[in-house]
């Protein structure tokens, strides 16, 4: 009896090419990679996270704010409209992670508790990405970009939080709504989402919001909605029904780091950048100048004397607030004058008629979105 062995064809050609493909983990988000720029990303070349100050290491306005609306961290800015009280600050024994140490995270104290949300109700943590930051990505095109967002939480409270994306300086009717979750109280884990570009809607290119982040811990019925993980038309969609209402129990703390927005299908290494240059991306919207400085003699006791400040460029012209540093010595302060993106002039007036006078003070320029 004669036995026929049938072996399967093998395609050599494709087999020696199969030993050039990347392998494991790496290997896999490479091959899944859609473009060169997505593959540059990988290998950790270029700088690719839309977000700035991801790793909370800069507060210039200090490390805490009590309150609804407003800034400890660059950046990153409490919105809390419920009956509780919220504390927003700067904490520094942060986490060892797989994408390196983050000594810096956002932390949200509940120092006053609302326990039934009313329809309006909501509280959260909003980024805005500038336009021309964003305008890689294509939004309003049908060539639009996906998008990987991806950060480091540990709240105290396990549950279902939102997040919800939106059009924020194209008239904030576009939005995508998610949820997550934190699967044991006060662990760090890392959440990493996809999602698609939105090929409609207008989306801002140039120096205003172009994309708004909101990270919801709470939230009325007004705006929740069950039309999750697409984009859609509505106005102010912060999260969904499903979410828990973190308000509602004392000294609970929303907690979170290694943000990073990037190109593509996939959550590459957080970006670590020098302080410097993060300090310098954060400048564009906010600068703290602890001291400037000018000295003199003059007769006259009405003189008014002009100093003339470079700064780093912002955003768009600054408003601009005096910082006290104690007592002027002999002079009085006037005005801000010729402000600009880049420059600002200081102007005093000197009160004595003979004496020296000293100008040492600080001031505060804000751009933030």
Same mark, same amino acid.
Request: charged content about 15%; hydrophobic content about 30%; proline content about 3%.
């Given at each position: ?15 020696i ?5 990347p ?13 060169? #720029?997505?593959?540059f990303? !990988?290998?950790?070349a270029?700088?690719?996270?839309? &977000?700035i100050?991801g ?6 306005? +200090? ?6 609306n $407003?800034?400890a ?14 504390t ?11 994408? $390196?140490h ?9 120092d ?5 949300m ?5 509280? $959260? ?9 964003f305008?890689?990505?294509?939004? /309003?095109?049908?060539q639009?970009?996906?998008l ?5 939480h540990a ?10 994306m ?7 009717n576009?939005?995508?709504?998610l949820d ?8 760090? #884990?890392?959440?990493? &989402? ?20 909101f990270?919801?811990?709470?939230? /009325?019925? #007004? ?7 697409n984009?859609?038309? +509505? ?5 969904s ?5 973190? %308000?509602?129990?004392?000294n ?5 780091t290694?943000?990073?927005?990037? !190109?593509?299908k ?15 991306a954060?400048q564009?919207?906010y #600068? ?5 400085r ?10 008014v ?5 470079r700064i780093?460029?912002?955003?768009a012209?600054?408003? %601009?607030? !005096?910082?006290?540093?104690g ?5 009085n302060?006037?005005?801000?004058a ?25 001031y ?6």
């Open positions: 009896m004669t036995v026929k062995i049938t072996k399967p064809e093998i395609n050599v050609r494709e087999k090419s199969e030993l050039d493909k392998s494991g983990v790496a290997g896999q988000a490479m091959l899944a990679a859609e473009t060169p #720029q997505e593959q990303n !990988l290998i950790g270029g700088r690719r996270n839309m &977000i100050n790793d909370m290491r800069i507060a210039q306005r +200090g490390t805490s704010y009590t309150g609804s $407003g800034f961290l660059d950046r990153f800015r409490n919105s809390e409209y419920t009956g509780g009280v919220t927003l600050s700067q904490q520094s024994d942060g986490p060892y992670t797989t994408d $390196g983050f000594k810096y995270y956002l932390q949200v104290n509940v006053t508790v609302d326990t039934s009313a329809p309006t109700d909501y509280a $959260g943590v909003f980024y805005k990405v500038e336009g021309y930051d305008d890689c990505a294509g939004y /309003g095109n049908s639009a970009r996906t990987t967002l991806s950060f480091w709240h105290s409270e396990p549950g279902v939080y939102s997040i919800s939106r059009n924020d300086g194209g008239g904030s576009r939005n995508y709504v997550y979750t934190q699967d044991v109280a006060n662990v760090w #884990q890392k959440t990493t &989402i996809t999602f698609p570009g939105d090929t409609t809607g207008t989306w801002t290119e140039t120096n205003t919001a172009a994309l708004s982040i990270w919801t811990f709470c939230q /009325g019925s #007004q705006y929740a909605t069950t039309n999750l993980n984009w859609f038309n +509505g106005i102010y969609y912060h999260a029904t499903n979410i828990i209402n973190m %308000m509602a129990t004392q609970a703390k929303f907690r979170i290694g943000v990073q927005l990037e !190109l593509g996939v959550a590459t290494p957080f970006e670590h950048r020098s302080y410097g240059e993060e300090l310098a954060c564009r919207y #600068q703290h100048v602890d001291r400037t000018g000295s003199g003699n003059r007769d006259a006791g009405n003189n004397c002009a100093f003339s400040h780093p460029e912002m955003r012209v600054p408003t %601009m607030t !005096l910082v006290s540093q007592n002027p010595y002999n002079w302060f006037v005005q801000f010729n402000i600009n993106k880049s420059h600002v002039s200081v102007l005093i007036q000197i009160i004595t008629t003979d004496a020296y006078w000293y100008y040492n003070n600080g505060i320029a804000d751009a933030e979105i």
